[in-house]
Every structure is written in structure tokens, then in C-alpha cells.
């Protein structure tokens, strides 16, 4: 048994890392994701599971996808409507995903990345701090 939960998701730098949850409860591996194709993939394949968590996986991967590709209007918008492809009934990640465009559209895009990376930050903490309570 586990003393410490286990992070399932956390930024590395520049990076994200997730607990590959399809390998459960048989091993406990993570994945670094490292684009925005990657983070929709994660989605996509359930390698991230649970509303909350699927919610904050998608908000990470707006700021991957933002320090990878740009941060003009038309990233973001793709950013936006791939990882909301990957699960079209998934209420969670609808909802990061207009919070994240919410923060974000109304800057210029020099500050867009610093910002996306912040509001995913407090996407995962708020969900944490709920399961949590």
C-alpha cells in the first residue's frame, strides 16, 4: 500500500508528466507529455482518467500546445477545438477548456504561455483541493 498519494499529474518544466493510468493497478509508470498532440492522445486513450483530471490534462495541454506552436489566435483556437474533439461529452474538460480560452483570448500573445501555464497550475490545484476537501 501506498503511504503518499500518487501525483497524476504534474509539470516537469516544460513538460507535463502523468500517471498512465490504463497500466493500473498492476504498475504505476508515468508519461511525459511534451506536446499538444500528446495531451490529446492521453485524452483520447484514457491514459487520464476521471473528470477532474481529464479537465486539468486538457488546460495543460493549451500551454504545451502555446509554448510548442505559438501563441497567436489560431493556436489557440486549434489547441482548444482538438482537445475538445478528444472527449465531446466530457463535461470537465469543456469547462477548462472556456476557462483556459476566458484567460487567455484577451492577452497579447508575448503573454499568453506564462499565463496558460499559471491557469493550468490553478485548474489542477482547484481540482485537488476539492477532492481533497
Not at 511534451?34 to 490534462?57: C, D, W
Not at 472556456?98 to 482547484?126: F, G, N, T
Amino acid at each position: 500500500m501506498f503511504e503518499q498519494p500518487i501525483p497524476t499529474l504534474q509539470r516537469d518544466g516544460g513538460t507535463v508528466r502523468i500517471l498512465d493510468q490504463t497500466l493500473l493497478p498492476f504498475r504505476t509508470e508515468t508519461i511525459a507529455l511534451r506536446t499538444l498532440a500528446e495531451a490529446a492522445h492521453a485524452i483520447r486513450s484514457m491514459q487520464v482518467r476521471g473528470a477532474p483530471l481529464i479537465g486539468a490534462t486538457a488546460a495543460f495541454g493549451v500551454a504545451l500546445a502555446l509554448a510548442d506552436e505559438g501563441t497567436d489566435d489560431a493556436t489557440l483556437a486549434r489547441a482548444l477545438a482538438t482537445l475538445g474533439a478528444t472527449r465531446p461529452t466530457a463535461v470537465n474538460l469543456h469547462w477548462a477548456l472556456e476557462r483556459m480560452r476566458r484567460a487567455l483570448q484577451p492577452l497579447p500573445p508575448a503573454a499568453r504561455v506564462e499565463a496558460a501555464w499559471a491557469e493550468a497550475e490553478s485548474i489542477r490545484a482547484d481540482d485537488a483541493a476539492t477532492c481533497d476537501a
